[in-house]
């Protein structure tokens, strides 16, 4: 069974910085795309970046692109987020996501092509 745990959301003021850690486990990690997505209360599920696990291919949203970072650790089944600079507008719950499909940069724009899903978790960025 595929699991993704995701973990170290909260709060934290503008201008700081988080890094979120998906942990996952049930499949073959080092072929696999992992991915974060965000919902803001009342707005569609939007994709922030994308990694490949197997060769380290990574794509952002332009809304992430230069302050946020997506890695990989193989060795742990791990994929992190490192979120620089945040804005309060980065306030949601971040999910992680796994698919094998080929990385590519759509997929940030295709929430309904990813197979798998965590349980998500809250980032809150006060002004």
């Known amino acids: 069974e595929v699991q993704l745990v995701e973990s170290g959301g909260g709060l934290v003021q503008a201008g700081g910085s988080l890094r979120l850690s998906c942990a996952a486990s049930?499949?073959?990690?080092?072929?696999?795309?992992i991915g974060w997505f965000r919902q803001a209360p009342g707005k569609e599920r939007e994709g922030v970046s994308c990694?490949?696990?197997?060769?380290?291919?990574?794509y952002y949203a332009d809304s992430a692109q230069g302050r946020f970072t997506i890695s990989t650790d193989n060795a742990k089944n791990t994929v992190y987020l490192q979120m620089n600079s945040l804005k309060p507008e980065d306030t949601a719950v971040y999910y992680c996501?796994?698919?094998?499909?080929?990385?590519?940069?759509?997929?940030?724009?295709?929430?309904?092509?990813?197979?798998?899903w965590g349980q998500g978790t809250q980032v809150t960025v006060s002004s």
């Open positions: 049930g499949f073959t990690f080092d072929d696999y795309s």
């Open positions: 990694i490949s696990t197997s060769d380290g291919s990574t």
């Open positions: 996501t796994a698919d094998r499909t080929p990385t590519r940069a759509y997929l940030l724009r295709r929430p309904t092509m990813w197979d798998h």
